[in-house]
C-alpha cells in the first residue's frame, strides 16, 4: 500500500473560462490538487467572458464544464458567474486559491492575497506552461 504524502491545504478554489482544453490548463489542475484534498473549478460562463473579453468562448460553458469535470484531478465544478472570489472562497471555505503565476505582483491580486488572508485562505501563483495558451490555438486557427 502507498501512503501519500499529507495535502497543505484541504479545500483548493481555481478559476478559469478552460476554452480549448489544452496541457496548459491540465498542467494547472494537477500542480493544485497535488496542494489540496479537494480541488473545486469556477468555470467562466459566457456570459461572464463576454463582459470581460467581449468575446465568447469557442466551447461552450456547458461543455466545457463538463470536460473540466471528468478531470481526475478535479472534485468539483462551478460556474463563476462574477468576479467576487472573496465570496466564493468564503461561500466554498477554501483555504487556498490558485492562479497562475503571471497575476503574481499584480495590484488586483496585491489585493486579493489580503483579503483572503482575512478569511484565512492563501494565495498560491502556479507556473505557466510555456508555449501554450487559448490565445496562442486561436491564432494557429486563424492562420489556416
Given at each position: ?8 491545504y484541504?479545500?483548493?478554489?481555481t ?11 491540465l ?7 497535488e ?20 468575446k465568447y468562448?469557442?466551447i461552450?460553458?456547458?461543455?466545457r464544464?463538463?470536460i473540466?469535470?471528468s ?6 465544478v ?5 468576479m467576487?472570489?472573496?465570496r466564493v ?16 505582483g499584480t ?6 492575497e489580503?483579503?483572503?488572508?482575512e ?13 501554450i495558451?487559448?490565445?496562442i490555438?486561436?491564432e494557429r486557427?486563424n492562420q489556416?
Amino acid at each position: 500500500m502507498r501512503i501519500m504524502p499529507e495535502k497543505k491545504y484541504k479545500i483548493g478554489y481555481t478559476t478559469g473560462v478552460f476554452d480549448m482544453f489544452h496541457i496548459g490548463h491540465l498542467n494547472i489542475l494537477k500542480r493544485a490538487k497535488e496542494q489540496c484534498e479537494y480541488l473545486i473549478v469556477g468555470i467562466t460562463t459566457d456570459a461572464l467572458c463576454f463582459s470581460r473579453k467581449n468575446k465568447y468562448p469557442i466551447i461552450c460553458e456547458k461543455e466545457r464544464m463538463e470536460i473540466v469535470e471528468s478531470i481526475r484531478y478535479v472534485d468539483k465544478v462551478i460556474p463563476q458567474n462574477d468576479m467576487d472570489k472573496v465570496r466564493v472562497v468564503k461561500d466554498l471555505h477554501a483555504d487556498a486559491v490558485f492562479v497562475g503565476s503571471d497575476w503574481k505582483g499584480t495590484s488586483a491580486w496585491a489585493e486579493y492575497e489580503k483579503s483572503f488572508a482575512e478569511v484565512g485562505c492563501s494565495v498560491v501563483y502556479l507556473d505557466h506552461t510555456d508555449g501554450i495558451s487559448s490565445t496562442i490555438l486561436r491564432e494557429r486557427l486563424n492562420q489556416q
